[in-house]
Nanobody, 126 residues
Framework: QVQLVESGGGLVQPGGSLRLSCAAS????????IGWFRQAPGKEREGVSC????????YYSDSVKGRFTISRDKAKNTVYLQMDSLKPEDTAVYYC???????????????????WGQGTQVTVSS
């Protein structure tokens, strides 16, 4: 059974950091591209960052470039999103997703019909 389980969300003050985890089961990262997406109330879903499971190629949206870092641990079949210098506008539900065929840029820009996690809430507020 294919599953993506996100964790690590929470409440943090502006300027703070959080690390999100996306644990995959039922498939291996090597043959997939994994992405982090977010959706705030009343806003469209945004592809934040994506990584290829095999080569580790990465893509970042302009809104998070220089502040967020995506990485993967093949041994743990897990993808991480390190979020630093958080801003109130980063507040959203964060989801991870996996796709077998897209490039990292394509996944982040277009999403996928393949696998999605259930999401984790990130709130940046003082």
């Amino acid at each position: 059974q294919v599953q993506l389980v996100e964790s690590g969300g929470g409440l943090v003050q502006p300027g703070g950091s959080l690390r999100l985890s996306c644990a995959a089961s039922g498939f291996t990262l090597d043959y997939h591209v994994i992405g982090w997406f977010r959706q705030a109330p009343g806003k469209e879903r945004e592809g934040v960052s994506c990584i290829s499971g095999s080569e580790g190629d990465t893509y970042y949206s302009d809104s998070v470039k220089g502040r967020f870092t995506i990485s993967r641990d093949k041994a743990k079949n897990t993808v991480y999103l390190q979020m630093d210098s958080l801003k109130p506008e980063d507040t959203a539900v964060y989801y991870c997703a996996a796709d077998r065929t897209w490039t990292v840029q394509a996944l982040c820009l277009m999403g996928t019909d393949h696998y999605w996690g259930q999401g984790t809430q990130v709130t940046v507020s003082s």
